[in-house]
């Protein structure tokens, strides 16, 4: 059963601050990996997908990596803003029979960023 | 061109009652899969739809079901409400096919409160 973790699970950085926040999962038969943000009371908002052949994708001033033989992955944010404050998610997706393909989660960072 | 549309976005119900949320994918997708979102199991797999057809489901019980319409829209339907079901409910499309990047979009959730 694939289980992702993400570390650590709170974040406080002052303004400005490079940071970097960690997703590992168990199983490295995934298909892909996506980080997700997420805002108080809102859904999901896509940031970064790394395909399961890639090892990283770059969008602004966010970057993720993504090494599956180790089953690891890293978002990497740089001049954090206080806008950047919410909940980062990690999710692998994987194939789970009949032509389906399911996402796990892991239970996210919450990043705030101190002005 | 149009996001992922759920509602209702709030909803209040009491224990023993049913509800039924609504999605709407992204036109061209037909893949609608369902996450319920708790502060304790954080976000977990329902189920998923491709053209009219559930190709998985998660781990929930049999009170949790759904389906999907020839115009890819997609329902889930909970039947006597547990206080446990209070939850945000997430909607995902996607096109999913083979050669895609299985790139997931969230609607805003619907929001349930059991009383």
């Known amino acids: 059963k694939q289980e992702v973790t993400q570390i650590p699970a709170a974040l406080s950085v002052p303004e400005g ?24 009371g809102k859904g999901l908002t896509s940031l970064l997908l790394i395909q399961s052949s890639q090892r990283e994708q770059t969008s602004g001033r966010l970057n993720a990596s993504l090494d599956k033989s180790s089953g690891r992955s890293t978002l990497y944010i740089a001049a954090s803003q206080p806008g950047d404050s919410a909940t980062y998610l990690c999710a692998v997706m994987v194939e789970s029979g009949a032509g389906s393909y399911q996402l796990t989660f892991g239970k996210g960072t919450k990043l705030s960023v101190i002005p | 061109k149009a996001g992922v549309t759920q509602t209702p976005r709030y909803l209040i119900k009491t224990r023993g009652q049913q509800v039924t949320l ?3 994918p992204i036109s061209g997708h037909r893949s609608v899969s369902w996450y319920q979102q708790t502060p ?3 976000l977990q797999f329902l189920f998923e739809y491709f053209s009219e057809t559930q190709r998985n ?3 929930f019980p049999g009170r949790f079901s759904g389906r999907q319409f020839s115009n890819s829209r997609s329902e889930m339907n909970v039947s006597t409400l547990e206080l446990g079901d209070s939850a945000l409910y997430l909607c ?13 979009f969230f609607g805003e959730g619907s929001r349930l409160t059991v009383l």
């Open chain 2, 40 to 42: 304790g199991q954080g």
């Open chain 2, 57 to 59: 489901k998660g781990n």
């Open chain 2, 22 to 24: 609504s999605c709407s």
């Open chain 2, 92 to 104: 995902a499309s996607g096109t999913l096919w083979v050669t895609n990047t299985g790139e997931l």
């Open chain 1, 17 to 40: 601050e490079n940071l970097v926040l960690n997703c590992s999962f168990t199983d490295s038969a995934i298909y892909n990996l996506q980080w997700f943000r997420q805002d108080p």
